[in-house]
């Protein structure tokens, strides 16, 4: 009951917040840390071309192997959608502590060589700071990027990744969690 309550406010508050023709009868909502949950990697309005294709919980032992290995982490999961084939996911990690969560985004990060320029960037959306993170991977002999999105949001942790040469369509699946 309490994922619908959440997922309709999240798809009203979407609306609202893409029409920009409507006047709201009453203050406009903005997302508070009540709103902020890890169902937030499953979007009600997934942008156009993407396929939701499930959601699971992911171990914490996992997320401490794969992402950052630092105390308080409380619950993760992940999100899958899909762009002409390829997988784009939305990691959503609940911490203690904002303290706990900026430590994750920071440990995050120091897991990329720092020896790559122009490695990270700071973009801006949904009312606050992101880093874009670009690495490179070998590809049929080639050199090609890869991206992920990184933020907190009071005490949650989001990353958005996906096997694309496309940072754009990172940028659009992370503005679409509405954190």
């Known amino acids: 009951m309490k994922m619908k309550v959440l997922m309709i406010s999240l798809v009203a508050l979407l609306l609202v917040a893409m029409s920009g023709c409507t006047e709201p009868a009453e203050p406009e ?4 840390t009540a709103d ?17 294709l499930g959601v699971h919980s ?3 032992e996992d997320v401490k ?5 630092v105390d308080g982490i409380v619950q993760a999961s992940e999100g899958i959608y899909q762009l002409d084939s390829v997988d784009h996911y939305i990691i959503a990690v609940e911490l203690e502590d904002p303290e706990a969560a900026e430590e994750f985004v920071t440990q ?13 960037v700071t973009d801006y959306f949904n009312g606050h700071d992101a880093t874009l993170i ?13 991206y992920h999105y990184i933020w ?13 040469e ?12 509405g954190f």
């Open 108 to 120: 995050y990060k120091d897991s990329f060589p720092s020896a790559v320029i122009g490695r990270f």
């Open 134 to 146: 670009t690495k490179h991977i070998t590809l049929n002999g080639e050199q090609v990027p890869r």
């Open 58 to 60: 992911v171990d914490i």
């Open 152 to 164: 907190a949001n009071e005490n949650f942790v989001f990353v958005v990744r996906g096997s694309t």
């Open 65 to 69: 192997a794969d992402y950052a290995d």
């Open 36 to 52: 902020l949950s890890v169902d937030g990697v499953v979007l009600e309005n997934i942008p156009e071309s993407f396929e939701y």
């Open 166 to 177: 496309d940072s754009g369509t990172l940028l659009e699946l992370a503005e679409a969690t």
């Open 29 to 32: 909502e903005s997302v508070t």
